[in-house]
């Protein structure tokens, strides 16, 4: 079996991720704009319009971007989404199937694809998909494939495991397993996918939700650290207790320690994305994900 | 003339501006909770909701609060413009008059004080203000007045300055004069007011405007220091250019250097308001208000 090197497999990533094309302010709805929205979110001198450049920090190393995990705006259309992603400053997307169905044809697929790069926002990743079936597994990588996913970010059964390695190892897609935490019977917690997956291709691996993981009584950043060859996305958001019956909260309003991950994320030179999953205010999502991308944002520049 | 000696008047400031009750969730309007927002604006893990502190920081030294300039929200009535400051998490509001006219009597501006007091919000100032003739002073202490403001956010003509300094020294309230930059010819720079006002009670002082400040060249940082025992307030934002061009934007989206602006301010000990003043979006002001509430918190976090 061909064992792709993390390095390499970076290095196709960021090929990938990074070419965005660069947005003139025409066709950002007013959706996105506001009456002087537009302004912001395509102003020259935005962090968030360097589109060929990571995070700002004064130390200017790190390597990843931020994105969003459009569970996020689960109550809003495709269209409305990538206008508050835009709207956001978040050029990354990693879609739900409320925002574009697993059974979408090729075709499908590819106009969502294309209807993202319009605005600006790289459709790096899917899901979380469930992978129950053979089949479950086959049409994810086809969706995926079809467009022009770089990550599944996936709960596959322990069952179909071997069937998603052949895939991964067909079509070069790399499979993020997503822990959701306490009453997760599967994936509770990323070791309990590590465990899973440490004799398969490594490009199988991690999307860590660090407010599931930091529910669960797991260390964060020790996680980080431990599987980083295996970190392929993170889902980022804030807890008002580090304990199951913890409450996702605008970043910088809740318990966890959100600079001590971030350093560690720079200190292992991750390099994809770390997207905002803001579960709260599911009608009204936009005001919350933007404190939380100025919070996370903030602390980079000082990182 | 008795001279007020600048740590007193702190110690007195700060006794004034903290007193504010302990917020219970209900009472909040639909308006600013979305369906899970009062969550986050009540969450006892939340920084905002700690009464008594001021801004969490890594040493813990950081001695001022952020608050609303309400020109912000100048679309919105007061209902609204208080509902967008506790879902950002501000508690402290200079009112522009868009919100409560000069001209409202001393039981409007009473009630006026009272409804932000139910929300868990200090009136703490009006303002901006425009005092051209004596009695346009007389009215503007009035009301400050009789809303139980500390400060007043002015611009009062260099000829009524003198009639300006009886009242401070009659009512005990701050004025803080505020600067607008290029085309402003009476207060241009911070400096343009001291050189005014540098002879009068010294709780005649400054409100400064970063953007306007940076925009017209003058170092703020540098302003800060220079003038500490005359800062009563900030306007806090970002610009997208460090000049006269420069227009307003989502604070970490523009050129000011705000990490070593608020670096400053905690190492003079500012210990009063930094109020955001988000120009951007008329219409729809809460979402970059809240990411550039996030970027500062995100910042302070890091100090």
Do not use: W
């Amino acid at each position: 079996m061909i064992r792709q090197q993390p390095q390499s497999s970076r290095r196709r990533f960021l090929r990938t991720t990074l070419a965005v094309p660069v947005l003139a302010g025409s066709g950002i709805s007013a959706f996105v704009a506001g009456t002087t929205g537009a302004k912001e979110t395509i102003s020259t001198t935005n962090s968030t319009t360097k589109e060929t450049h990571a995070e700002i920090s004064k130390s200017g190393e790190i390597k990843f971007q931020l994105g969003l995990a459009s569970y996020t705006t689960r109550k809003f259309d495709r269209t409305q989404t990538l206008a508050m992603s835009r709207r956001a400053g978040l050029k990354h997307i990693c879609l739900k199937d409320f925002h574009l169905k697993l059974t979408s044809t090729n075709e499908e697929c590819a106009a969502a694809a294309q209807e993202c790069r319009q605005i600006g926002i790289n459709l790096y990743a899917g899901g979380v998909i469930y992978m129950k079936k053979p089949e479950d597994v086959e049409n994810a990588f086809r969706y995926a494939q079809a467009c022009g996913m770089t990550t599944i970010v996936g709960v596959p059964e322990p069952a179909v495991l071997p069937i998603v390695e052949q895939h991964v190892q067909k079509t070069g897609i790399y499979v993020a397993i997503h822990n959701h935490g306490p009453g997760d019977k599967v994936y509770p917690t990323p070791e309990s996918i590590i465990e899973k997956i440490q004799t398969l291709d490594q490009r199988i691996g991690l999307c860590v939700d660090i407010g599931h993981t930091a529910r669960i009584g797991v260390d964060v950043a020790e996680t980080f650290r431990k599987y980083k060859d295996r970190l392929f996305d993170c889902h980022f958001k804030d807890e008002t207790e580090m304990n199951p019956k913890g409450q996702t909260c605008i970043c910088g309003r809740g318990v966890l320690d959100l600079p001590h991950y971030l350093m560690t994320l720079k200190e292992i030179g991750y390099d994809r994305i770390v997207s905002f999953e803001y579960e709260a205010d599911e009608k009204d999502p936009l005001p919350g994900l933007m404190e939380s991308v100025g919070y996370i944002r903030g602390i980079l520049r000082m990182l």
